[in-house]
DNA sequence: GAGGAGATCGTCT
DNA sequence: GACGATCTCCTCT
């Protein structure tokens, strides 16, 4: 385990957003660089906070297994739109699932977030995912927040009608990615979950030994 | 702890 | 009309 500690809502405001340039390439870079980074939202006056620990990467019209594959349509247009931009969607009639889109215009690339530890804001998250934590949670607990793409969506109130096209890399936003200084220790790369097409490929991410990584226990 | 199946609805064909 | 980048509950071991 080298989860980190919580972090000081000082800590939290000092973290730089992340550019527009830094999602201005190929979503394999991304991913693997956006582990370790903080997903910010401002809720009232409020700060929700949480570092990616797991993503995925979808290569557009080179990926079987992307949304983009079969050409834009209404649904996956911020896709193909300039990089940094949220791209929310509904799945199997239950959940929202967060990504942002990569590369210029035109590529219809992105990243998956797929799990996140909480580091700040952990009460109000598990308020919004109808979790009761203890006075003293165990890990076990604090995973259920946020280690998977529906539930992360959930405890940041992520939906396509709020934040879908969102500019994640503005200070204005509500929502957005930023570093603050935290570089994780070993990556392992795994074939994505819940994929049938192209589902050999290891364009899935993670910080080795994390906790909050989704799925089953690895690393 | 592991595995299976149901829930539930937007999107595309 | 079929399917899906998921989650949760239930059963069995």
């Given at each position: 385990?080298?989860?980190?500690?919580?972090?000081?809502?000082?800590?939290?405001?000092?973290?730089?957003?992340?550019?527009?340039?830094?999602f201005n390439r190929?979503?394999?870079?991304?991913?693997?660089?956006?582990?370790?980074?903080?997903?910010?939202?401002?809720?009232?006056?409020?700060?929700?906070?949480?570092?990616?620990?797991?993503?995925?990467?979808?290569?557009?019209?080179?990926?079987?297994?992307?949304?983009?594959?079969?050409?834009?349509?209404?649904?996956?247009a911020v896709l193909?739109?300039?990089?940094?931009?949220?791209?929310?969607?509904?799945?199997?009639?239950?959940?929202?699932?967060?990504?942002?889109?990569?590369?210029?215009?035109?590529?219809?690339?992105?990243?998956?977030?797929?799990?996140?530890?909480?580091?700040?804001?952990?009460?109000?998250?598990?308020?919004?995912?109808?979790?009761?934590?203890?006075?003293?949670?165990?890990?076990?607990?604090?995973?259920?927040?946020?280690?998977?793409?529906?539930?992360?969506?959930?405890?940041?109130?992520?939906?396509?009608?709020?934040?879908?096209?969102?500019?994640?890399?503005?200070?204005?936003?509500?929502?957005?990615?930023?570093d603050d200084g935290?570089?994780?220790?070993?990556?392992?790369?795994?074939?994505?979950?819940?994929?049938?097409?192209?589902?050999?490929?290891?364009?899935?991410?993670?910080?080795?030994?994390?906790?909050?990584?989704?799925?089953?226990?690895?690393?």
């Amino acid at each position: 385990m080298n989860d980190s500690a919580s972090l000081t809502l000082s800590a939290l405001r000092a973290a730089p957003v992340l550019p527009r340039e830094f999602f201005n390439r190929d979503p394999v870079t991304i991913a693997r660089e956006l582990l370790g980074k903080l997903l910010i939202r401002r809720v009232g006056r409020k700060l929700l906070a949480g570092r990616v620990v797991e993503d995925e990467a979808y290569l557009g019209a080179n990926d079987p297994a992307a949304h983009a594959y079969t050409g834009r349509t209404a649904r996956n247009a911020v896709l193909f739109g300039p990089p940094g931009h949220a791209y929310v969607y509904f799945i199997y009639g239950n959940h929202y699932c967060f990504n942002v889109s990569c590369m210029p215009e035109g590529y219809g690339e992105g990243v998956l977030f797929r799990a996140l530890e909480p580091v700040f804001g952990v009460e109000q998250m598990a308020l919004a995912r109808d979790l009761e934590l203890p006075d003293s949670p165990h890990a076990n607990q604090l995973r259920l927040i946020s280690s998977g793409p529906g539930r992360l969506s959930e405890a940041f109130g992520i939906t396509r009608m709020r934040d879908n096209a969102k500019d994640l890399t503005s200070a204005k936003s509500d929502l957005w990615l930023a570093d603050d200084g935290f570089r994780p220790g070993r990556i392992v790369a795994t074939p994505r979950i819940g994929v049938t097409k192209a589902a050999e490929r290891p364009l899935r991410f993670a910080i080795a030994g994390n906790g909050f990584v989704s799925g089953r226990r690895e690393g």
